[in-house]
């Protein structure tokens, strides 16, 4: 085991696919020489020359068009955008041609690209650069969608998605890239679609994903001295996502909470409960509770984002409700 930091982790795997697949390049702004907006890309380019490692213009829509070229003829590259707000500008080639070519094909053909994004506050960024927007990309058939919590997940799931035939966004939370943990000598992908359990529980289950697993823990330990032994699932998966494990944990623990650092609106709990309420109806002993941000733009002011991005004191008032 080594211990190294998030960003760290995802540059090693960058650096072990590019080691075996001479077909992967990285593609964005600033990743060849800055090495990349957080770092994350750092000393890419001296291991693998400009041919592999590129820095682009300032234009997201550019970047991923291109990359969805390449991907369509032989190459598997890596996109990096800067921060997830800025996917907006990428939709056509992501949405209308990434995730539609395997089926517009008749599946003679696949788009193995990769786009890296990070979400979310903590950094004070404010609206445009702050988003989770998640929720988007996983309602997309053709895209799949991983976010990791954990170092080995970093490494794992971006080596799973660097492997993998059709478009993975792989969504970063930029809270996380200082995070350090322990990273086997010999690590191995993440399988897609699979989640897993970070704290085993019998009272309630607490499903989360990304940065917001951790703060699950925190309250899933807040709840424990008061006697309630919280369960936590992390998601690690978004689209594919492991209902068949939230499921079995709902069955254990009877009761479920959703929490992720996005609108609580329209998003990823708004799915998870939506099915549990129905596959997993004879199961709940309480009402399914969601725990998500407001609905509105991330605020600037460091007190008004620690505001409004959900807490482990929310988490812990929502599991209290579904139990009462």
């Given amino acids: 085991m080594n211990e190294v930091r998030f960003g760290q982790a995802i540059n090693k795997a960058l650096a072990d696919a590019m080691t075996a697949d001479p077909s992967v390049i990285v593609l964005g702004e600033d990743v060849a020489r800055p090495g990349g907006p957080f770092g994350v890309t750092r000393g890419l380019l001296d291991r693998f020359g400009p041919e ?11 970047i991923v068009g291109a990359s969805v070229g390449a991907a369509m003829t032989g190459l598997r590259p890596v996109v990096e955008i800067m921060f997830m707000d800025f996917v907006t500008l990428t939709m056509d080639a992501l949405v209308n041609q990434a995730a539609k070519a395997r089926f517009m094909f008749g599946g003679q053909l696949s788009v193995p690209m990769v786009v890296r994004m990070p979400h979310g ?34 490494y794992g799931l971006t080596r799973a998605a660097i492997a993998d035939d059709d478009p993975v966004i792989v969504v970063e939370n930029k809270a996380l890239y200082a995070a350090k943990g322990d990273l086997p000598d010999t690590a191995a992908a993440t399988p897609i679609g699979r989640a897993r359990t970070a704290r085993a529980g019998r009272d309630a289950t607490i499903v989360s994903y990304g940065a917001m697993v951790p703060v699950a823990l925190a309250a899933a330990a807040d709840l424990g001295r008061d006697g309630v032994d ?45 099915r549990m309420s129905d596959v997993g109806f004879d199961e709940l002993d309480g009402p399914i509770v969601r725990v998500g941000a407001p609905f509105m733009p991330p605020p600037f002011a460091k007190t008004l984002e620690d505001w409004f991005r959900p807490d482990a004191a929310k988490i812990v008032a929502a599991v209290k409700r579904t139990m009462a």
Avoid: Y
Avoid at 125 to 150: I, R
């Fill in 121 to 154: 506050g903590g950094i004070n960024a404010g609206p445009q650069h702050s988003q989770c927007l998640e929720a988007w990309l996983a309602h997309v058939p053709g895209l799949k969608v991983v976010c990791p919590a954990t170092v080995a997940d970093a």
């Fill in 52 to 62: 592999r490692v590129r820095d682009t213009p300032i234009s997201e829509a550019a």
């Fill in 230 to 274: 919280a369960e936590v699932i992390d998601l690690r998966s978004l689209q594919p996502w492991d209902e068949p494990a939230v499921l079995a944990s709902l069955a254990r623990t009877h009761r479920l909470v959703i929490a992720h650092e996005a609108v609580e609106a329209f998003g990823v709990g708004a799915e998870i409960a939506a």
